[in-house]
């Protein structure tokens, strides 16, 4: 018999608005990030190809159930959501046509282009 682990109500708050505001599927992130990663400023002399950060945490955490949180993951998910807040909050006179916030929002896992 499966027992049903029960979650703190603002961990259910949490999740909910990590994947209303992380809006990019995690394919689709990791690619990005994939791409972010590999330009010419990214790789020091001895690149180790990884992802960059806090993206990299964000998609471990999208890769997770609910229930199998860390404190660690509710807290890359809390800080995603602010930051995704704060940017889209500060959006630029340029709006979505504006590269460098646009980016710094899908560095994130948020695509100011999706409608949600």
Same mark, same amino acid.
Do not use: Y
């Given at each position: ?8 109500? @603002? ?6 608005? %990590? ?9 689709? $992130?990791r690619q990005? =990030? $994939?791409?972010?990663?590999?330009? @010419?400023?990214? %790789?020091?002399?001895n690149p180790? =190809?990884?992802?960059? +950060? ?6 471990? *955490? =999208? ?8 404190? @660690?993951?509710? +807290?890359?998910?809390? +800080? ?9 909050? @500060? ?13 710094? $929002? ?7 282009? *999706?409608?949600?």
């Amino acid at each position: 018999m499966v027992r049903e682990k029960r979650l703190d109500p @603002e961990v259910e708050v949490i999740w909910d608005d %990590f994947h209303a505001e992380v809006n990019v599927p995690s394919e689709q $992130l990791r690619q990005w =990030l $994939l791409t972010r990663g590999s330009g @010419e400023e990214s %790789f020091g002399p001895n690149p180790d =190809l990884d992802l960059p +950060e806090p993206g990299r945490q964000i998609l471990r *955490v =999208l890769s997770k159930r609910k229930v199998d949180l860390t404190p @660690e993951d509710i +807290e890359v998910m809390r +800080e995603a959501i602010d930051r995704i807040r704060a940017l889209t909050a @500060e959006k630029p006179r340029g709006g979505n046509a504006d590269d460098q916030w646009r980016h710094s $929002l899908l560095d994130l896992g948020h695509d100011v282009l *999706v409608e949600r």
